[in-house]
């Protein structure tokens, strides 16, 4: 198979000056972060430049996490905008979904990885369902794709939790598998869970696992999820649409979150993807249990999926972390910023959420939820995640205050500099080990659909 470096590499005693960061909760001028064997030792605010540190010019905040990503659906975009919804777009998802060998996997991944880390990614969670050849036998290596995706994370610089993926069923009522889902499909329970055993364990990658979604796992099966994430980050597809909260309310008498809180799925170490379509109840299941909401605003409009309850769930005791799911952009900060800008388009009301709150989702919330929980700071003990973002851009010059330039102008067009545990991977806004990511994402693309 093929192999990639270490993410965790870090070399001792570097030593950074940022002109802002974002440290403690604010934005603090001219701070020392002092770095060894990928960990922050020192956070100064007010320091002179030291000499020899490397000097991060504009605000620094902690490393992005992309909490929800389907690394193949990037061969989409610019592919499937025709009229139609969500289920119409699943079609042309399927038909890409039948034609990726893992070399291609591999080759897609990793330019779509390296596109993350341009845009300030420093760890993805990877929902990963695409396990099998297209007949749905095995590969020689049942985790062929699985390797194909952690090497390409590796390579790309960037951690990755691959979210393993359980799908036994094309519909709440239990229909078969066909066509390109039989990929996607195990046969059963225990030879998911066999095959998750069998998964690498190397320094860059955390395994969760993942429940594809209460269309894709009967009920009965879900407190075995459970049993086998054990402890580990454990996320799925919630009520991403009203078709399948009515076919799970005609089938089961309860909705997708009830079916969940039932088996004691919900919890600190869950996530619950898009979570667009909620009954009050619903929210306060997730909120009272503490379960993390990944929200994805972009393919959430690009779909015409719909607008997630974020401040109601906030509210109710759930972190809200970010994904870019499909892929329709790439920029954590737009995902950041759609979140408070969604909520004004519905109440027709400004102020929703404060910039921190909108910094977590997109940092620290986003690292627990993958299984990094001392990640998404600049603290020390901290991993050493930076993301360096230009201030004196035409979208961000004449700021006044850095955090709200950023968070509500900015576009990943404006990320300069990027530290994954202690080891720079994008330095004046080029990737250092990935040449010509637009290069790579264009030749992994045409390989594909050619």
């Known amino acids: 198979m093929l192999s990639g470096p270490d993410v965790l590499s870090g070399e001792a005693g570097q030593c950074y000056h940022a002109e802002y960061a974002w440290v403690g909760g604010g934005v603090a001028r001219d701070v020392r972060i ?31 996490a992309n909490a929800h990503s389907h690394a193949f659906h990037r061969a989409l975009r610019g592919r499937a905008q025709g009229p139609g919804t969500f289920w119409s777009w699943r079609e042309r998802m399927y038909d890409l979904a039948g034609r990726l060998d893992p070399d291609q996997y591999y080759a897609l991944a990793r330019a779509t990885y390296a596109e993350m880390a341009l845009a300030g990614v420093t760890c993805v969670g990877e929902f990963h369902y695409l396990h099998h050849p297209p007949d749905g036998e095995d590969y020689d290596d049942p985790n062929e794709m699985a390797h194909s995706l952690v090497v390409a994370a590796a390579e790309a610089g960037i951690r990755i939790t691959l979210l393993d993926t359980l799908y036994l069923t094309s519909t709440v009522d239990g229909g078969a598998l066909v066509g390109p889902q039989r990929r996607f499909g195990d046969g059963s329970i225990d030879a998911w869970a066999r095959r998750v055993a069998l998964l690498p364990d190397p320094p860059h990658l955390r395994t969760g696992v993942a429940a594809h979604s209460v269309r894709a796992v009967p009920a009965p099966l879900l407190p075995e999820v459970v049993a086998v994430a054990a402890g580990r980050p454990l996320h799925v597809h919630l009520s991403e649409q009203p078709a399948e909260n009515e076919a799970c309310l005609a089938r089961y008498g309860r909705t997708p979150t ?162 994954v545990d202690g080891r720079p991977i994008v330095h004046n806004g080029r990737h250092l080990f990935v040449e010509d990511v637009p290069g790579a994402l264009a030749s992994a693309i045409q390989a594909v659909w050619s």
């Open 34 to 64: 002092d770095v060894a064997d990928g960990r922050v030792t020192a956070v100064v605010p007010g320091s002179p430049p030291p000499p020899g540190a490397t000097r991060l010019t504009g605000l620094t905040l902690p490393g992005f």
């Open 258 to 419: 009830q079916l969940l809180a039932e088996a004691g799925a919900l919890g600190p170490t869950t996530t619950a993807v898009h979570a667009t379509h909620l009954s009050d109840v619903d929210i306060t299941l997730l909120g009272q249990s503490g379960t993390t909401v990944c929200l994805c605003p972009t393919t959430e409009r690009d779909l015409a999926d719909g607008i997630g309850p974020g401040r109601a769930l906030a509210d109710a005791g759930s972190p809200l972390s970010l994904g870019s799911d499909s892929h329709a952009v790439i920029d954590l900060l737009e995902e950041a910023r759609a979140v408070e800008l969604d909520e004004r388009l519905r109440s027709q009301r400004r102020g929703h959420f404060a910039v921190a709150d909108l910094i977590d989702a997109a940092t620290r919330h986003g690292h627990a939820a993958l299984g990094w929980p001392d990640a998404g700071s600049i603290a020390v003990g901290a991993r050493a995640d930076l993301v360096t973002v230009r201030l004196d851009t035409v979208r961000t010059a004449g700021y006044d205050d850095p955090a709200g330039a950023v968070l509500f102008a900015a576009t990943v067009a404006d990320v300069t500099d990027v530290v």
